[in-house]
C-alpha cells in the first residue's frame, strides 16, 4: 500500500517531477546535477552561496520532487558525507546559504544550542529569560530610568528615544522589577 495521497500518480525517475498523460519533457538532469547547478562553488576555502529559492529563515531550500523540499545545505552534506540521520547539518561559517561541504558538520540539538551559546548567537547565554547583566533593565542606570519615567508619549517613542525596548519602557514605568528573582 503507497503512502502517496495519489498512488495512480507517476513521477519521473530522472527528474521526480510529475508526469502528465501526454508525456514528459524531462530536463534530463538528475537531482544531483539540478542541485549543484543551484550552487556558486568557489574555492575549498570559500563559502559556496546557494543560488535558488530560500526558507523565510534565511537557509536555501530545494525542491526533491512533487513539493517536497530539503534544506540546501542538508542535501549538500548528504551528497558529499552521507545521510546525517536524524541530527542536524550545522555551519563552521555561520552563513545560512552555504553549501560549501567543507564547512558543514552533523550534530545533535545539544551540539547546535552549544555551537549558537559559543559563538555568541544566543540571548548571553543567560540560564532563563530575563535575568544576568545583558538583560536590559540590569544596563540601566537609575538616572535614565527616572527620565523614562517622567518621559511623556508611547512607549514606542519613548524607547527610541532612549535606546532601549518597548518591554523595558514597560516594566520601568509600572516599577516592576522581572529581572530580580523573588526571595524564597
Not at 500500500?1 to 517531477?17: F, L, N, Q
Not at 543551484?38 to 525542491?63: D, H, L, M, R, T
Not at 511623556?152 to 520601568?172: E, M
Request: charged share 25%; net charge positive.
Amino acid at each position: 500500500m503507497s503512502c502517496d495521497p495519489r498512488p495512480w500518480t507517476k513521477y519521473c525517475d530522472r527528474c521526480g517531477r510529475i508526469l502528465s498523460a501526454k508525456g514528459h519533457d524531462c530536463p534530463a538532469l538528475p537531482i544531483i546535477d539540478r542541485f549543484w547547478q543551484k550552487v556558486k562553488i568557489g574555492s575549498p576555502e570559500e563559502c559556496w552561496p546557494w543560488q535558488a529559492s530560500f526558507y523565510p529563515n534565511g537557509y536555501g531550500q530545494f525542491e526533491l520532487h512533487h513539493g517536497k523540499t530539503i534544506g540546501a545545505h542538508v542535501l549538500a552534506f548528504m551528497l558529499t558525507k552521507g545521510d546525517p540521520g536524524r541530527g542536524f547539518v550545522l555551519h563552521h561559517c555561520d552563513n545560512k546559504p552555504c553549501c560549501n561541504p567543507g564547512h558543514l558538520f552533523a550534530g545533535t540539538q545539544q551540539d547546535n544550542m552549544d555551537d549558537m551559546r559559543n559563538k555568541g548567537r544566543s540571548v548571553a547565554g543567560l540560564k532563563r529569560p530575563g535575568t544576568g547583566p545583558k538583560h536590559h533593565p540590569a544596563w540601566i542606570s537609575e538616572a535614565l530610568k527616572a527620565k523614562i519615567r517622567k518621559a511623556s508619549g508611547t512607549q514606542r517613542d519613548i524607547a527610541v528615544r532612549f535606546g532601549v525596548g518597548k518591554s523595558a519602557v514597560s516594566y520601568i514605568r509600572r516599577g516592576e522589577k522581572p529581572w530580580v528573582r523573588p526571595q524564597k
